[in-house]
């Protein structure tokens, strides 16, 4: 652990390779003869917006989220309500766990211009979607074919079309990693001043 901000930060892995990875052939996101969509995933799909989605956090912001700025009692009082509003099923398959029902996921804006990572909405979540939002930790921890093979399932996607997703996700983690993101949590956590 390291001292950066008066936040302690575990030092940050190299983006995760090899083991744990589904196996993955990154394209150029350029279909033949056509308009090159490395930019927008949407576009790379068959639906143009699919109900899950890869989200990778910047690495610079690993560890500064809402559930770190609350106290124990209050993470647990907002991610209970959450679930109930949920109908203690996921927002996005309507799935259930099998050993808790659902968890609670903090959607971000990305404001790329101004550097600021805004906090919109808490979601519940299975298990099974949870683990696809966090594809690089699922990756790291040997569980990336899990995830991968939910992600397809849920969007009906070729394997093609998750590998861009992923990729283009990965990509677009690698390009706000390099800065220093300023967050916002004023939509749930109102703000002094």
Known sequence: MREQGGLRRRAIPPRPEGRGLPRMRIMNGTPPGGKDNRRNPAAQSAQPHPRLTVELIPATTWYDNLRSRLTPE???????????????????????????PVECHEIWHFDDDRAVQTLVRLIALCPSCHLVKHFGFASVSGRGEEAFAHLLRVNGWTQEQGEQHVAEAFRQWETRSRRQWKLDISAIIPQPG
């Open 74 to 100: 209050g993470w647990k009082k907002l991610r209970k309500e959450c679930y109930r509003k949920a109908g203690y099923r996921c927002e996005i398959c309507g799935g259930r766990g099998p050993d808790h």
